[in-house]
């Protein structure tokens, strides 16, 4: 005949689920305040056999949940609700879900709560209202994507700037099927892009563009793309930006080693990849509020010979490392921004596969087999490692940390040696990291 509601639920792997079922062992009956953006997802799983396990209570019976209510303990009354929390998609349609609107829902399905438990704390991220303007995603395969997925699961606002001349082609693949897989966020529902820009980050100001780009049948249409161009718009659009994410990367003659690479090329590669970070943070800065975060991605060839990543890329990237510093002093002291780098372990994105091919392999795929079988952890690298990194360097999570380069490589920048290197024959072989933990 007790009734217990355990506020903060929403799986079956937290301390809440075990207080749950320890009650529901002695006959409690069980109700349940779930965070709104994540209340379906819950449900869901709890109606699927891989929880039954969860589920299954010393008798052998099934914990049953009497019902769940959503719940964010951030609001106490409707009217402490923001408008566009009230707005937001994940939000929708699930009902009252203040505090004293859980209360009242109780009171009159039960007419008592003889246990209440309190398992909340911090609470998943909230980015409801921020404006995350993610450069350079193209496809659903590389980091960004899985940077702006992050973003959009914690409520984010997502914009997106797109090269000029794979535009169409990326908003018609976002329209098919096929894509609907990797724009699904982690309650279900659709990863939705509020707008996608022409960017062509190569250039800062419309004056800078050669006249062979401009008549180019590929930017033919696609209206203004210079860093100063989106920005404008950006802040006609939305009137700010909250997160900055840099995550553009070209070398024209990446396939050559450093000895055969031209100037011109060498300079492309700094130009697209390093000096693009400076010029967006110069212009973007002066739309984000102070607390605004700012981050790119680098390549451990920054510090590293990487034989095959050529074309100036490595400079490039030891370039971006260093700006990255001087940005966060900069940056910091002008506009309270934060500035941080992630050095991300190799991917097999669709740019990184375009590097080289010689011997069957491409350049990404030989760095993917040296790390699995040289890094701490053993195992391959995805995007959604470096996507939850970012998200902590691009939120209050990490508040006091800028200047920062950080390692999302399964540890392998931390070797100083190749454990598969003929040198080791004959030697008992490392174990490999258990899958799963």
């Known amino acids: 005949g007790k009734v217990a509601f355990i506020a903060g639920v929403a799986d079956t792997s937290g301390y809440g689920w075990a207080i749950a079922k320890?009650?529901?062992?002695?006959?409690?009956?069980?109700?349940?305040?779930?965070?709104?953006?994540?209340?379906?997802?819950?449900?869901?799983?709890?109606?699927?056999?891989?929880?039954?396990?969860?589920?299954?209570?010393?008798?052998?019976?099934?914990?049953?949940?009497?019902?769940?209510?959503?719940?964010?303990?951030?609001?106490?009354?409707?009217?402490?609700?923001?408008q566009e929390v009230m707005e937001n998609k994940r939000y929708a349609g699930v009902?009252?879900?203040?505090?004293?609107?859980?209360?009242?829902?109780?009171?009159?399905?039960?007419?008592?709560?003889?246990?209440?438990?309190?398992?909340?704390?911090?609470?998943?991220?909230?980015?409801?209202?921020?404006?995350?303007?993610?450069?350079?995603v193209a496809d659903t395969?590389?980091?960004?994507w899985a940077i702006a997925?992050?973003?959009?699961?914690?409520?984010?606002?997502?914009?997106?700037?797109?090269?000029?001349?794979?535009?169409?082609?990326?908003?018609?693949a976002l329209r098919k099927k096929s894509t609907d897989e990797a724009r699904m966020l982690d309650d279900g529902s659709m990863m939705e892009i509020a707008k996608i820009y022409p960017l062509d980050a190569m250039y800062d100001v419309p004056e800078d563009v050669p006249q062979e780009v401009m008549e180019n049948k590929r930017y033919a249409g696609v209206g203004p793309f210079t860093i100063q161009e989106v920005v404008e718009q950006v802040k006609a659009d939305y009137g700010k930006v909250d997160i900055l994410v840099?995550?553009?990367?070209?070398?024209?003659?990446?396939?050559?080693?450093?000895?055969?690479?031209?100037?011109?090329?060498?300079?492309?590669?700094s130009s697209a990849s390093a000096y693009s970070l400076v010029s967006m943070v110069s212009k973007f800065a002066p739309l984000m509020p102070p607390g605004g975060s700012v981050l790119s991605l680098s390549y451990i060839a920054s510090e590293r010979v990487i034989p095959g990543y050529g074309g100036g890329m490595s400079s490039a990237k030891a370039q971006l490392e260093s700006d990255t510093r001087t940005l966060a002093w900069e940056a910091g002291r002008k506009y309270g921004v934060r500035v941080n780098t992630i050095s991300a372990g190799p991917l097999k994105s669709r740019a990184a596969s375009a590097i080289g091919n010689e011997g069957g392999k491409t350049f990404i795929e030989r760095a993917i087999d040296y790390s699995v079988n040289n890094a701490p952890l053993s195992l391959p690298l995805y995007s959604e490692h470096v996507g939850k990194t970012a998200m902590c360097l691009l939120t209050d999570l990490t508040v006091g940390v800028t200047g920062m380069t950080v390692y999302v490589d399964m540890g392998l920048h931390a070797m100083g040696t190749a454990m598969d290197s003929p040198a080791y024959e004959g030697l008992e072989k490392p174990v490999r990291t258990p899958e799963g933990r």
């Open 22 to 82: 320890e009650l529901a062992n002695a006959g409690a009956t069980i109700v349940i305040g779930t965070w709104p953006p994540v209340l379906k997802l819950f449900q869901g799983a709890l109606r699927k056999k891989a929880t039954d396990e969860a589920r299954k209570l010393d008798d052998g019976s099934m914990m049953e949940i009497a019902k769940i209510y959503p719940l964010d303990a951030m609001y106490d009354v409707p009217e402490d609700v923001p």
């Open 95 to 136: 009902g009252p879900f203040t505090i004293q609107e859980v209360v009242e829902q109780v009171k009159a399905d039960y007419g008592k709560v003889d246990i209440l438990v309190h398992s909340l704390a911090n609470g998943p991220v909230d980015l409801t209202g921020k404006v995350a303007f993610i450069a350079g």
């Open 141 to 144: 395969s590389g980091y960004g």
């Open 149 to 172: 997925k992050e973003l959009a699961n914690a409520g984010a606002t997502i914009v997106i700037g797109t090269w000029p001349p794979v535009l169409k082609l990326f908003q018609g």
């Open 246 to 269: 840099h995550s553009l990367a070209n070398g024209p003659e990446v396939t050559k080693p450093l000895l055969e690479t031209s100037r011109k090329g060498y300079l492309a590669a």
